[in-house]
């Protein structure tokens, strides 16, 4: 079993900057994709980042160029960094990880941004 704790969410202004962290840990063999998605209030969850094991990223058309994706494989950790937020990117951000052929699901951090 992996559990997944992500931190880093809270309160800021339009413009301004967060970094979240999602830390694994666990009976670990191997960690293979890890990702980022977010849920605002009445909408489907979307996905937000995706990173590999080879270190390849990806990203929703809405946060490239200003979110940024990466991971720290010794410490089984993903990192979000969200700069230039919007009102737009309010919403539970939940980290996702493929582990030896399964998903995992953190318990998500609120970002808000207030305009």
């Known amino acids: 079993q992996v559990q997944l704790v992500e931190s880093g969410g809270g309160l800021v202004q339009a413009g301004e900057s967060l970094r979240l962290s999602c830390v694994a840990s666990g009976r670990i063999f191997s960690i293979d994709a890890m990702s980022w998605y977010r849920q605002a209030p009445g909408k489907q969850r979307e996905l937000v980042a995706t990173?590999?094991?080879?270190?390849?990223?990806s990203y929703a058309d809405s946060v490239k160029g200003r979110f940024t994706i990466s991971r720290d494989n010794a410490k089984n950790t993903v990192y979000l960094q969200m700069n230039s937020l919007k009102p737009e990117d309010t919403a539970v951000y939940y980290c996702?990880?493929?582990?030896?052929?399964?998903?995992?699901w953190g318990q998500g951090t609120q970002v808000t941004v207030t305009s």
């Open positions: 996702r990880v493929l582990a030896s052929g399964r998903i995992y």
């Open positions: 990173i590999n094991s080879g270190g390849s990223t």
